[in-house]
Protein backbone atom coordinates (compact mmCIF):
# COMPACT_ATOMS: atom_id res chain seq x y z
CA UNK A 1 0.00 0.00 0.00
CA UNK A 2 1.83 3.58 -0.81
CA UNK A 3 2.23 5.65 2.64
CA UNK A 4 -0.68 8.21 1.38
CA UNK A 5 -3.12 5.24 2.39
CA UNK A 6 -1.78 4.26 5.24
CA UNK A 7 -0.54 7.17 6.99
CA UNK A 8 -2.45 9.67 8.25
CA UNK A 9 -1.07 13.51 7.12
CA UNK A 10 -0.36 14.49 10.80
CA UNK A 11 1.77 11.31 10.70
CA UNK A 12 3.80 11.79 7.68
CA UNK A 13 7.71 12.99 7.49
CA UNK A 14 8.56 16.11 5.95
CA UNK A 15 10.05 13.53 2.75
CA UNK A 16 6.80 12.40 2.47
CA UNK A 17 4.62 15.38 3.04
CA UNK A 18 6.55 17.32 0.16
CA UNK A 19 6.12 14.73 -1.86
CA UNK A 20 2.51 14.46 -2.11
CA UNK A 21 2.74 17.98 -4.43
CA UNK A 22 2.28 17.29 -7.51
CA UNK A 23 4.05 20.95 -8.94
CA UNK A 24 0.36 22.00 -10.49
CA UNK A 25 1.51 25.38 -9.25
CA UNK A 26 -1.92 26.58 -8.79
CA UNK A 27 -1.42 27.71 -5.34
CA UNK A 28 1.14 30.11 -6.96
CA UNK A 29 -1.38 31.60 -8.63
CA UNK A 30 -2.92 34.93 -7.51
CA UNK A 31 -6.52 34.83 -6.45
CA UNK A 32 -8.98 37.44 -5.78
CA UNK A 33 -11.36 36.99 -3.29
CA UNK A 34 -14.91 39.37 -3.64
CA UNK A 35 -15.41 41.55 -1.03
CA UNK A 36 -19.33 41.34 -1.06
CA UNK A 37 -19.79 37.38 -1.54
CA UNK A 38 -16.53 36.01 -0.58
CA UNK A 39 -16.56 34.41 -3.71
CA UNK A 40 -12.82 33.12 -4.89
CA UNK A 41 -11.50 33.72 -8.21
CA UNK A 42 -8.30 32.15 -9.66
CA UNK A 43 -6.40 34.58 -12.52
CA UNK A 44 -3.85 32.97 -14.51
CA UNK A 45 -1.10 35.28 -12.75
CA UNK A 46 1.63 33.72 -11.03
CA UNK A 47 3.91 34.75 -8.16
CA UNK A 48 6.71 36.01 -10.07
CA UNK A 49 9.09 32.57 -8.77
CA UNK A 50 6.86 30.52 -10.30
CA UNK A 51 9.01 28.81 -13.42
CA UNK A 52 5.89 28.88 -16.17
CA UNK A 53 7.00 26.10 -18.22
CA UNK A 54 7.89 24.34 -15.35
CA UNK A 55 5.40 24.88 -12.89
CA UNK A 56 7.43 25.15 -10.40
CA UNK A 57 9.30 28.05 -7.86
CA UNK A 58 12.36 29.05 -9.00
CA UNK A 59 13.80 29.30 -5.30
CA UNK A 60 11.78 27.05 -3.25
CA UNK A 61 13.91 26.78 -0.52
CA UNK A 62 13.99 30.64 0.03
CA UNK A 63 10.23 31.79 -1.14
CA UNK A 64 9.33 32.53 2.16
CA UNK A 65 12.00 35.36 1.93
CA UNK A 66 11.51 36.35 -1.40
CA UNK A 67 7.86 36.57 -1.13
CA UNK A 68 6.30 37.50 2.44
CA UNK A 69 2.57 36.17 1.26
CA UNK A 70 3.51 32.97 0.31
CA UNK A 71 1.71 30.44 2.29
CA UNK A 72 3.60 27.10 3.59
CA UNK A 73 0.96 24.48 3.41
CA UNK A 74 1.03 22.29 6.75
CA UNK A 75 -1.19 20.58 9.28
CA UNK A 76 -1.23 23.23 11.20
CA UNK A 77 -2.83 25.52 8.47
CA UNK A 78 -4.52 23.00 6.37
CA UNK A 79 -8.25 23.18 7.25
CA UNK A 80 -7.83 26.94 6.98
CA UNK A 81 -6.43 27.15 3.12
CA UNK A 82 -9.68 26.88 1.52
CA UNK A 83 -8.27 28.30 -1.74
CA UNK A 84 -6.38 25.50 -2.58
CA UNK A 85 -7.45 24.39 -5.70
CA UNK A 86 -9.80 21.20 -5.21
CA UNK A 87 -7.41 19.33 -7.52
CA UNK A 88 -4.44 19.53 -4.60
CA UNK A 89 -3.41 16.25 -3.25
CA UNK A 90 -2.77 18.17 0.36
CA UNK A 91 -6.41 18.77 0.48
CA UNK A 92 -7.90 16.01 -1.39
CA UNK A 93 -6.39 13.79 1.56
CA UNK A 94 -7.07 16.16 4.43
CA UNK A 95 -10.65 15.89 3.10
CA UNK A 96 -10.48 11.98 3.26
CA UNK A 97 -9.85 11.45 -0.99
CA UNK A 98 -7.16 9.81 -2.81
CA UNK A 99 -4.79 11.34 -4.50
CA UNK A 100 -6.37 11.64 -8.51
CA UNK A 101 -4.80 9.16 -10.99
CA UNK A 102 -2.67 11.48 -12.77
CA UNK A 103 -0.69 12.43 -9.57
CA UNK A 104 2.86 12.30 -10.39
CA UNK A 105 3.44 9.90 -7.50
CA UNK A 106 1.21 7.38 -9.32
CA UNK A 107 2.36 8.01 -12.90
CA UNK A 108 5.70 8.56 -11.70
CA UNK A 109 5.73 11.78 -13.69
CA UNK A 110 4.28 15.31 -14.39
CA UNK A 111 3.03 14.23 -17.61
CA UNK A 112 -0.27 12.73 -17.17
CA UNK A 113 -1.07 15.57 -14.78
CA UNK A 114 -0.13 18.36 -17.53
CA UNK A 115 -2.14 15.64 -20.29
CA UNK A 116 -4.99 16.15 -17.60
CA UNK A 117 -4.94 19.87 -18.02
CA UNK A 118 -4.03 19.96 -14.00
CA UNK A 119 -1.13 22.52 -14.68
CA UNK A 120 -0.26 26.13 -15.01
CA UNK A 121 2.49 24.79 -17.66
CA UNK A 122 2.68 27.22 -20.02
CA UNK A 123 -0.87 28.89 -19.45
CA UNK A 124 0.39 31.27 -16.89
CA UNK A 125 1.65 35.37 -17.15
CA UNK A 126 4.17 36.74 -14.64
CA UNK A 127 2.51 39.34 -11.94
CA UNK A 128 5.12 41.60 -12.91
CA UNK A 129 3.41 42.36 -16.39
CA UNK A 130 -0.26 42.30 -14.95
CA UNK A 131 -1.72 46.07 -14.02
CA UNK A 132 -5.08 44.66 -12.89
CA UNK A 133 -6.02 41.07 -11.59
CA UNK A 134 -9.64 40.96 -12.54
CA UNK A 135 -8.33 41.12 -16.02
CA UNK A 136 -7.46 38.34 -16.02
CA UNK A 137 -9.81 35.40 -14.43
CA UNK A 138 -9.66 31.77 -15.21
CA UNK A 139 -11.35 28.71 -14.95
CA UNK A 140 -9.40 25.87 -15.77
CA UNK A 141 -7.68 26.08 -11.98
CA UNK A 142 -10.98 24.95 -10.90
CA UNK A 143 -10.48 21.80 -13.05
CA UNK A 144 -10.98 18.18 -10.84
CA UNK A 145 -10.31 15.15 -12.79
CA UNK A 146 -9.86 12.14 -11.27
Known sequence: MPFWKTTPLAEMSPTQWESLCDG???????????????VLYYTNVACELLAHQ??????????????????????DNIAELTWLPKSCAYRRLYLGRDLPHWHPLITGSKQAMQAAGN???????????????????????????D
Open 24 to 38: CGKCCLNKIIDDETE
Open 54 to 75: QGSCKDYEHRFTKVPGCTKVSM
Open 119 to 145: SVNGRVISEQRVKYLEDHIVLWPLKDV
